[in-house]
């Protein structure tokens, strides 16, 4: 059975449909697997050149290392001359957003919740909403 990529490269298909970057991008999570691809994202290529972001120095390293097996195994995704080199960029990975219960605290602490019963609480919750109203 032949590989998606290699059917899709055969089509010689226009490049409005799909780049050459854009088959070595999508294919870069199956060249290094799983984890490796949760830590990195292929971003673009620069002639024959696949620019990968890295969270920190540290994996750009490891994966530095990692080049010629990385690059052996998109040649068998493509075949040779599509991606000829890869160069790692730190990127810091982005902080998600905080939600706003958590980035502010209530105000005034509620006097209702110092009362232990549950039954007692809801009453006075309820004569306190009806008296300001």
């Known amino acids: 059975m032949e590989r998606a990529s290699k059917l899709i490269r055969g089509l010689r298909l226009s490049e409005d449909v799909l780049s050459a970057g854009e088959l070595a991008c999508a294919a870069w999570p ?46 068998k995704s493509f075949g040779p001359g599509l991606v000829e080199d890869l160069e790692f960029r730190i990127v810091p990975r982005r902080r998600e957003p905080q939600r706003a ?12 919740d110092g009362i232990a019963d549950p039954v007692l609480r809801g009453i006075y919750k309820a004569s306190r909403k009806k008296a300001l109203a």
């Open 30 to 75: 199956q060249a290094v697997g799983q984890r490796i691809a949760a830590h990195t994202r292929a971003c673009r290529m620069v002639r024959a050149r696949l620019i990968v972001e890295v969270e920190d120095h540290i994996w750009q390293r490891q994966l530095f290392a990692l080049t010629p097996h990385i690059l052996n195994n998109l040649k």
């Open 101 to 112: 219960a958590q980035a502010v605290p209530a105000l005034f602490p509620d006097e209702a």
